[in-house]
């Protein structure tokens, strides 16, 4: 089985809920924490690869309501990429990976299917 991942920052409510529900159904998983271990550019490329960029973007957190206005004008995946990678608060959270999939932000009923049968 391969890794599964979630990634994030420590002191989220939603990514607290998803290392929770992880804990709770015994799925092993690694933690990786934004602000204490970084973004590589190839790992934000890859989940852009399954995902729209606007979808990644936290447009209700902290962090996007300090961006400078010219920084949220004329927003498009070029420039988002860019922003996520120099504020990785930016990002939508958790990111989970497991196997092949990606899902952005915590839905335990996303979690459920996900995880199907490793109960």
Known sequence: MSVTTLYGLSNCDSCKKARSWLADHGIVHHFHDFKKEG?????LDHWLASHDWESLINRRGTTWRRL?????????????????LANTS???????EVGAAILIGFDSAQYDVAFEGAD
């Open 90 to 96: 930016l990002i939508k959270r958790p990111v989970l």
């Open 68 to 84: 400078a206005e010219r920084d949220k004008a004329d927003l498009n995946a070029s420039k988002a990429r860019k922003l996520m």
């Open 39 to 43: 973004l590589s550019p190839e790992r």
